[in-house]
């Protein structure tokens, strides 16, 4: 399954770590503190994975 990637549990692993670090020093997490949170999550998820894949298809027309 492709949720199971690690990407996939890093980024969840950093939302939800980054939902207590809110909770536990400001006590309270409001509706744009989540979004900004989980878009910059997403964000460098979505870098990650695209870096990857340019790599992936560097390599292979390298090696043809």
Do not use: P
């Not at 690690?6 to 020093?25: E, P």
């Not at 006590?27 to 744009?32: E, S």
């Amino acid at each position: 399954m492709k949720y199971f990637s690690r990407k996939f549990l890093i980024a969840a692993a950093f939302t939800g770590t980054g939902c207590c670090a809110f909770l536990f020093f400001d006590g309270k997490l409001t509706g744009g503190e989540f979004i900004s949170l989980v878009g910059i999550v997403l964000g460098t998820f979505t870098a990650g994975d695209t870096a990857l894949n340019y790599i992936h298809k560097r390599n292979s027309e390298e090696q043809k």
